[in-house]
């Protein structure tokens, strides 16, 4: 008899028996921390990424491979579509994947790139090392325990299977073995076997302890049409049986199903009660999971339609019903097909030593950025007339809730060597009204011109605007290294000079070469400019106007670190898209015919649809915004400055990342018609 006759020992009997009875599905433990175990997207292998919110990740080991696919995958040599869990006795990791390796077609004669033949159980006790078993489903019933019973199988010609795609572990401790065992893990996935069947369906086979053996396929759903990618879940709210997966048939898209019993029956989904808000778009890989505290739940899935992929996190209720608030998954190089597993502490920090530990190999080091050293951001960058040399103006970062007071200043006479010139202004030293949140400054050089003479200047005056406390101050200096010096004694704009909901901070100052006057753009959810006096530390009465408003920041993805600059006739609308604490930092951009108005040939500006400025999670390159731009003098060459998140440890500090950037350069160049082509960021 080939039938399943598991050894246990009395120990682990002891402790199964006393924790399972109370068990449904998967065990679940851990509050510190998440795992994130996916397909990547750049090849056929598995990779890792950690959180501590669930929200916020970052890839392991560069997002590299986190063992050999081809010693695990000994089929084709390709691990996809990872699902990973816990042991049911919790002392151990299983994991399964669909192996296929779409380069393999035409060595293992395969139909097509997306044919495979079987799938890979995988054991671990620490998440780092693992073992393998392959099953090639080709091989008919001789790869299973109970192979010897053909009595009704589920194929008669096993050799003509075509796919076997995407299994996932839920554990079973109702099911019992031929020998009167009982608990075992139940996996299920789609089949497809063309000459016996038109399309893919839901089969279930149960592993032993050992997760290495396996029962023949049987059939778990048959609609009538196409249905692939399953995730199945215990809920305890209505003591059922919960299913998302993908539909091809009927209504496409990804639905949910409930059972009081694992093996079903599985009603059809309500077509009403899917992941709508991706309209047409087309979705698969759905991986749910709960994090530790919320009482709905979270679900990830790709939606493959758009060029690149997005993997998206959307919501759920506590009856896994009801999808609403998606989210692209942030820091994550190449996030495909997954699973979540949340971590103890001890667990988290063994992944990321390790990690850390292997990091050299696979992160490519910095060449020439960061500019300068340190953790700066918010770079403002100007080149002075007076001493033929550039000058970049950071905000200090490094502490927590950017609780920083003082200003920084560096020289560089070509925007590679730069000197530290020191502190420009304190505010505990040099504001008598703030002395702490220093952020976000910009500057400007205005010509002092000789009395009664327009063109004959004699020397120049630095007019600096800051951010204090959520409030703009403006200092004044002789030179752009300084000293400077608070103008007023007081914030130049509050809180109380805006109409708008929002900070008031992050300024921008602008000289409209057409007109010659000066303007002041500033807001945090809104846009607000304001024409500046002749004395550049006053606004003109009556002139604030708001570009932007906070209920239509949506429509411009707007939120902050805003930059306006002028060429060939046209104004260029820069700022910042999302949260800076985001992996997903990033700069988008209008153009326009006015410097007060977002209007282009007499209609509303739009939105160019190509970001100028994002993340490169190959590079570990995250949260790249608040940016200047600086054109060389007397040639088209323009450069972008901007922060991100300090290479490699930042993106580590999940939130907290935001308080730890750096300062980048790198060159920014133009089309034709004037659109700004996607900067190429750079080590």
């Not at 750096?662 to 060159?667: A, F, P, Q, R, S």
Request: net charge negative; with cysteine.
């Amino acid at each position: 008899m080939k039938h399943l006759l598991p050894i246990l020992f009395l120990g682990f009997m002891t402790t199964a028996c006393s924790q399972e009875p109370q068990q449904r599905g998967n065990l679940q433990m851990g509050d510190y921390g998440y795992l994130y175990c996916h397909m990547s997207d750049h090849g056929q292998w598995t990779a890792y990424a950690l959180s501590r919110d669930g929200l916020h990740y970052h890839d392991l080991l560069c997002g590299d491979s986190i063992f050999s696919a081809f010693e695990m995958a000994k089929i084709e040599g390709g691990t996809r579509d990872a699902y990973i869990c816990r042991k049911i006795d919790g002392s151990g990791y299983l994991m399964v994947t669909t192996d296929m390796n779409n380069s393999m077609t035409k060595r293992m004669n395969k139909g097509g790139e997306w044919e495979n033949f079987g799938i890979d159980l995988l054991t671990s006790d620490d998440l780092i090392h693992w073992q393998s078993t392959s099953f090639d489903f080709r091989k008919g019933l001789s790869i299973f325990c109970d192979g010897d019973d053909t009595t009704n199988p589920a194929y008669k010609d096993f050799s003509t299977i075509c796919r076997v795609w995407a299994p996932q572990i839920i554990w079973d401790g109702d099911y019992r073995w031929a020998d009167g065992t009982k608990g075992g893990y139940m996996i299920y996935y789609s089949l497809l076997n063309r000459p016996e069947e038109d399309y893919d369906r839901m089969y279930y086979s149960y592993a032993d302890r050992t997760f290495t053996r396996l029962t023949q396929p049987r059939v778990l759903i048959d609609w009538g049409y196409a249905t692939i990618d399953a995730d199945i879940n215990w809920l305890d709210t209505d003591q059922q049986y919960h299913l998302m997966i993908k539909k091809e048939g009927g209504q496409p898209g990804l639905f949910t199903s409930a059972s009081p019993s694992l093996l079903g029956p599985w009603p059809e989904p309500d077509d009403k009660d899917f992941v709508n808000f991706e309209g047409n778009k087309k979705c698969e890989g759905v991986s749910a999971f709960q994090i530790a505290g919320e009482e709905g739940w979270r679900i990830g899935y790709i939606e493959y339609s758009s060029n690149p992929k997005n993997y998206r996190i959307c919501k759920a209720d506590k009856n896994m019903r009801n999808f609403s608030d998606p989210h692209n998954i942030e820091g994550v190089n190449g996030p495909q097909h997954g699973s979540f597993l949340r971590l103890t502490q001890e667990e988290y920090e063994r992944l990321q030593n390790w990690s850390d530990g292997e990091e050299a190999m696979h992160l490519a080091p910095d060449v020439s950025n960061p500019v300068i050293s340190g953790l700066f951001a918010d770079p403002e960058i100007l080149y002075s007339e007076k001493t033929r040399r550039y000058y970049l103006y950071p905000t200090t970062d490094g502490v927590e809730g950017w609780q920083n007071h003082d200003f920084r200043v560096y020289s560089s006479p070509d925007m590679r060597r730069w000197h530290d010139e020191g502190v420009m202004l304190d505010l505990q030293k040099d504001v008598t009204w703030a002395d702490k949140c220093a952020w976000a400054p910009c500057i400007i050089e205005k010509p002092v011109y000789a009395d009664g003479s327009k063109t004959k200047v004699k020397g120049y005056k630095y007019y600096y605007y800051f951010v204090a406390e959520g409030k703009i101050g403006v200092a004044v200096a002789d030179d752009p290294a300084g000293p400077f010096r608070d103008a007023l004694g007081r914030p130049l704009l509050t809180r109380e000079d805006s109409t708008e909901p929002g900070q008031v901070i992050d300024p921008d100052v602008f000289l409209d070469p057409k007109s010659g006057k000066y303007y002041l753009y500033w807001g945090n959810s809104f846009l607000a400019c304001s024409e500046l006096a002749d004395d550049m530390v006053s606004i003109v009465p009556g002139s604030t106007r708001y570009l932007i408003p906070r209920d239509k920041k949506r429509d411009f993805h707007y939120n902050e670190g805003t930059y306006v600059f002028y060429r060939n006739g046209l104004y260029y609308f820069m700022w910042s898209e999302n949260d800076t604490r985001s992996a997903l930092y990033q700069v988008r951009y209008l153009i326009s015919d006015s410097p007060t108005e977002l209007v282009r040939n007499g209609q509303p500006a739009q939105v160019e649809r190509q970001v100028v400025l994002k993340q490169n999670p190959r590079l570990q390159i995250f949260g790249t915004g608040h940016h200047s731009v600086i054109q060389e003098p007397g040639a088209d060459q323009w450069y972008i400055v901007y922060h991100r998140f300090a290479r490699p440890d930042a993106i580590k500090k999940g939130w907290a990342a935001g308080y730890n950037r750096e300062v980048c350069i790198d060159k920014m160049e133009f089309n034709a018609d004037g659109t700004i082509k996607p900067v190429e960021v750079t080590l």
